[in-house]
């Protein structure tokens, strides 16, 4: 078996059903297979799977288990000698797949490869780009990340020409790994729920001597936030956490500090300038983001629940 497409997914059934049939309609030239992983949906995905795509195998989560550990689920049954983690708002383009495993065949010293994401309109996505620092995560916490000279320095990427780019961190929506690397560097981290893993991931492969990569021409449409945009003020509060995460694990307590004083005083910001403005609406999305991310423990309704829990078994395979 060469590749192990594995698509987590919560309640974007229809989303999921147009990115399993992308696959089938655009399949690397080798020998595949496809793991879905559901995290509880409540709108019929896991049966939509089974009923229409028997070829897949189907893991059903009896609760929301994060975007880490359910991808760790299927990496661990999968056994691809490359694994593709892809989101379920994706459309797989022509030859995509092929082009990516045809890189890696090619570059002995890739550990990951990510290719450039294109928008519903075909524009393309800032889906890669440097490590975040405290300064850069600051100034985007500010939105100064779009501004010169902070997008210049520290800002996210798109391919501008060549057919391939080297990297630091790549958006997970499309991020193809070799497993001997997750052999050397480990799954990705379970400890965050959702967001960053990626990043994580991206840095423990670049510090363990590979590189990472992303293609300019084997483009991927990803139609971004369709599962996060459900509950935005619960997943902007998890956004803040997660990059918190990354910053105490690989630069210490005192820069997650400073980060997290960084955090709260834009979300604070936010919410008094919007107010302001009469935006009354964003202004309360702003106000349930403090609330979330200031609990001391996250009320993470629904999709942030049980991150604990025991997985069922397979469904089927």
């Not at 896991?46 to 195998?57: D, I, K, N, S, Y």
């Not at 003020?233 to 995460?245: G, V």
């Amino acid at each position: 078996m060469e590749l192990s497409i594995i698509v987590v997914n919560w309640n974007t059934r229809e989303l999921l059903a147009q990115c399993l049939d992308s696959v089938y309609a655009n399949p690397p030239w080798c020998a595949f297979e496809v793991w879905v992983v559901d995290n509880a949906s409540s709108d019929g995905s896991a049966q939509m799977v089974r009923e229409r795509f028997p070829q897949v195998h189907l893991m059903a989560n009896s609760e929301n288990v994060g975007f880490a550990r359910a991808n760790n689920q299927a990496i661990a049954l999968s056994e691809g000698r490359f694994i593709l983690l892809l989101n379920s708002d994706t459309i797989v383009q022509p030859n995509a797949l092929s082009h990516m495993l045809a890189f890696m065949d090619a570059h002995a010293e890739a550990g990951i490869v990510g290719t450039q994401l294109l928008n519903a309109d075909g524009s393309p996505q800032w889906c890669f780009g440097p490590f975040p620092s405290l300064m850069s995560e600051s100034a985007r916490a500010f939105g100064l990340n779009t501004r010169w000279p902070f997008a210049a320095l520290w800002g996210a990427r798109r391919c501008a020409r060549g057919e391939y780019q080297a990297t630091d961190w790549l958006l997970g929506a499309a991020l193809m790994v070799r497993r001997a690397v997750l052999n050397d560097v480990g799954l990705l981290d379970a400890n965050y729920f959702m967001y960053s893993e990626e990043v994580d991931l991206a840095y423990r492969v670049k510090r363990a001597g590979w590189q990472n990569f992303v293609l300019c021409d084997a483009p991927i449409i990803h139609l971004g936030q369709q599962s996060t945009s459900q509950i935005p003020a619960a997943m902007k509060a998890e956004l803040f956490r997660s990059k918190l995460k990354y910053f105490r694990k690989f630069h210490g307590k005192t820069a997650a500090a400073l980060l997290r004083l960084a955090f709260t005083s834009s979300i604070r910001l936010k919410h008094w300038s919007y107010n302001l403005r009469g935006q009354r609406d964003v202004a309360r999305l702003w106000a349930a983001t403090w609330q979330e991310f200031s609990a001391s423990e996250p009320m993470r309704v629904n999709v942030l629940a049980a991150v604990n829990a025991e997985p069922r078994t397979p469904v089927n395979r």
